[in-house]
C-alpha cells in the first residue's frame, strides 16, 4: 500500500493540458524525485495533491482510501505539507510565531508562547533543522526560512512533504544541508515528493524518479539502477548536445566595458564596493562569481545605468548614461521582479526598451509591434499560445527565452547576463548558453554573473572572483571549482 | 470564443455581479425599512430617464465621466488619485477667476477658462507627484491630504475676493455672457461640454492602448521596477499620469462653472459627491478602460434616479451612495477571490 497515490490525473487550464492522466505512488519513507522541463505539469501536480487545484478527472488516494482534497486545509488534514516555490511566511514574527501559525498551542484561551518554542526546539532539534525559535523570519537568510516552511509541515505531523523546487534558492552548501534533513525527516517514516529539474540532485538523493514531459509520465527509474543521460532522454527526449567549445582567440580590440576604481558607499555608508576595475572586450565572456551580496547587484546596476551616472564605468569610451543605457543588453535574474511584468502581454513584454524606436512620434504601430513580436518568438523558439496572452501564462523557461530574445535583440555591444539559466530546465539552459556564446562570437562583450560555478567555467574566458565588495581573484575559465571557492570565501591563495 | 461562452463571461464578470449583488442588497434594505420596491425602482427609472430628467441627467454625467478620467488615468501608472475633490475646486475657481476678472473676446472667453480650469487642476494634483516620488508619501494619501486645503482655498477665494456684492451669499456673481457655454441643441442643461468630455475620453482610449505614452504609463502601472529597467523614466511617467488625472478634474470643474447657472456656488462643485461616484464607475470597471463611460452612465442614473426616488416614494437618495458603497465592496471582494483563485 502506498501512502499517497495520484491516480490518472488530468488538469487543463483553458488550452493547455497540464497534466494528462499521471499515475504516481509514493511509499512510505521514500525520497520520491519528480523531474521534468518547464511547463512539464510538475507544480500542477503537486498543487492538485496540496488541494489547491482540483483535478479535472482522477483520484487521489492515502493509504489506499480515496480522498477529496478541496483546500490546503483538507490536504493538511490527511497528513500532507508542502513548502512552495515562494515561502508564505510573515517576515515580522518569530520562527515559532510562524511553525505554529494556525495551530497554536493554548493555555486558558491565550497562545502558550513558552510551549510554541519549546516545541519548535524539540522538533528542530529531532530533525537537525537548526533555526533560532525566538528569530525574526524577516531576517533570516533563504535557507533558514526553508528550514522554517518544513518545520512548520512537520509541526502539523505531515506524513507526506512536498517540495517544489526547493533548491533553487539555494547555494550548494545550503543544499547539502537540506538533503541531509530530508534524509532524516524520511528515515521517520515521512515519505517526501521532492520536484527539482536538476539531475545530480536526483541521483544525489532520490530513491525513485518520475519523469514528466508536457503532462505525461515518460519514465519512472529507481535512482540506483539508472544514469543522468537516461535521465535527460526521459526528460527531454532527445540527448544533450555537448557544449559548445570554448576559442582560445586572443582579444586584440579595445575593451567596450571599463570599468575604473568604481567605489559605491550605500545609505548608511558602508562601501558596498571598493575600487573595482575591469573590462570586457568584444567576443569574450567575463564571468562574475562571488557569494550573494559581495557587490554583484552594485556592480550590474552601475554598468547598465540603472544606478544613475556613476563616475568610473565607460561604454565604447564614454561615460554609462543614467536610467538605462541603451547600449547594454542586461538580462537581469529576477524574472518576477525587473525582467517582465506579469499582467502584460507577450508582445508588450519583448517591446520594453524598443517601443521609441519602433514609433514615429507618438503612435505606437499595434500592428509591427505584435508582428516582431511573433518573430521574436520563433526565432527563439518560445512555446506561448500567442503574443497577446499575458507573459505570466508562459513557463518560467519560456518567459526567460522571452526575456533574452527581448535583449538580445538590441542593438547593444554589451550583454550583462544575471543568473541567465536560473530555475530553468537542461534544455532551456542549453539553448540560453547557445545564445550567450553566439553573442560572444557576434563580437559582444558579455558580463556574465553566475552562482553556479559549472556555469561560469562553461562559459566564461575569464572569471573574476567579488569578495566583500572587491575584486580579490582572476582566473581563466578552466580553473578548478576548488580554486574559485575557495577565493569566493576571501581566502587568499 | 462561443456566443454562450461569450454570454456566460459577460453574465459572471466582475462588474455585473456588482451591480447584481448591490441591487439585491439594497433591496432587502428597502424590505427591511419598509419600502415598497416595485414603487422605488420605478420611480428612480422615472426620475433618471422621464418628464424631460433624462437632460439632467445627460448632464451630470458630464462632470461624474471627466472625474471618472482623474481617477482612471492615473490608476493606469499604479497611483490612486483620491484628491479629485481639491482638482475639481481648484479648476471651478480657477475658471471662474479668469471668466471674472479678464474681459475676452467670444469662443476665447469659453476656450482660456476651460484650459484655465485643466491647468490648475493639474497643478494641484502634480504637488503630489514629488511627495510618492521623493518622500515615499503614497499618492492615495497625498492627493487626499493636499484636497481639504485646496477645496477650502477655492471657498474662500469665492467667499472673499470673487464674492458676489452685496448679496451675502458665497458665490461669485454670474460670469460674463461670451463665458457661458453654449447648449447643445435645444436643451437647456447640456451643453458642448458633453461632446467635449466624450471625444477627450475617445482621446484617452487611444492614448492608452495606442502611443508610447500610454504603454509606458501602463508598464509603470504593472511593475514599476520592469518599467525601470526598461528606461522609462517611472518618476516622470508617475507625475504625468497624476498631473492628467488632475487636468480632466480641473476641466471638469470649470464645466461645471461655465454651465448654468454660471457661477461658481460654494459647495456647489464638491456636493453632489461627482469624486465618489467616479472612483465607483472605474473600479466597477475592473481595469478595462472601455468599459469606463458604461459604469459612469450606470451610476449616474442611479444617483440622478435616487432624487427622484425620494420625491416620488420617499426613499432617502442616501440609499443611492448606500448602493454605490456595496458595488465598491463587491467589487474589491471579488478581486480578492480572483487573486486568490489565482494562486
Ligand atoms: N494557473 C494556471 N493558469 C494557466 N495555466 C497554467 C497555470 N498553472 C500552470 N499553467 C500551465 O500549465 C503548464 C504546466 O505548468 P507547471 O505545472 O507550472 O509546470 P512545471 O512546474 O513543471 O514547470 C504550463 O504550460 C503552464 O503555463
Ligand atoms: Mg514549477
Known sequence: MYAAELVEVTKRFGPVLANDGIDLAVARGEVHAVVGENGAGKSTLMSILYGLHRP?????????????????ADAIRHGLGMVHQRFRLFPGLTVAENVVIGAEPVRAG?????????????????????????????GLPVGVRQRVEILRALYREAEILILDEPTAVLTPGETDRLFEVLRTVAATGVSILLVTHKLSEVMAIGDRVTVLRQGRVTGRFTTAETNADEL?????????????????RPVREDPVLEVRDLTIHDADGVARLSEVSLSVHPGEI???????????????DSVTGLRGAVPGVFLAGTPVLAGRDP???????DRHGRATAPGMSVAENILMGAQRELSSR?????????RRARDLVDRFAISAASVDVPISALSGGNAQKAVLA??????SRVVVAEEPTQGVDVGVRERVHALLLAARDDGAAVLLQSSELSELRDLADRILVLYEGRVVAEFPGDATETDIGRAMTGATA | MTAPALARRVVVSAPVVAVAGALALTTLVMLVVGVDPTLAYPALIRGAVADGNLEYTVAAFVPTLGMALAFALPLRAGEFNLGGDGQLAAGGVAAAALALLVPLPPVVAVVLPLVAGALAGGLVAAVAAPLSTRLKIPAIVSTLLISTPAVALASYLVRFPLAEAGTGIAQTPTLPDAAHLPFLGGSGYVTIGLPLIVVLTGLWLYADGRTVTGYEIRATGQNREFARYGGVRVDRVAAVALAGGGAFAGLSGALIVLGPPYRFVDGALTAPGYTFTAVAAVLLASARPVVVPLTVALLTVLQVGGQGMEREAGVPSQLTQIVQGLIIVIVAVLATLQARRRR
Do not use: C, F, H
Open chain 1, 56 to 72: 479535472d478527472a482522477g483520484e487521489i488516494r492515502r493509504d489506499g482510501r480515496t480522498v477529496a482534497l478541496r483546500s490546503p
Open chain 1, 110 to 138: 491565550r497562545i502558550d508562547r513558552a510551549a510554541a518554542a519549546r516545541k519548535v526546539a524539540a522538533l528542530s532539534e529531532r530533525y537537525g533543522l537548526r533555526a533560532d525559535p525566538s528569530a525574526l523570519v524577516g
Open chain 1, 232 to 248: 535527460v532522454n526521459a526528460m527531454i527526449g532527445r540527448s544533450l548536445a555537448p557544449s559548445a567549445p570554448k576559442r582560445a
Open chain 1, 286 to 300: 567575463v564571468g562574475l562569481a562571488g557569494v550573494a551580496g559581495s557587490g554583484q547587484r552594485e556592480l550590474i
Open chain 1, 327 to 333: 547600449r547594454v543588453a542586461y538580462v537581469p535574474e
Open chain 1, 362 to 370: 507618438w503612435t505606437l504601430p499595434t500592428a509591427a509591434v505584435k
Open chain 1, 406 to 411: 527581448r535583449e538580445l535583440t538590441r542593438p
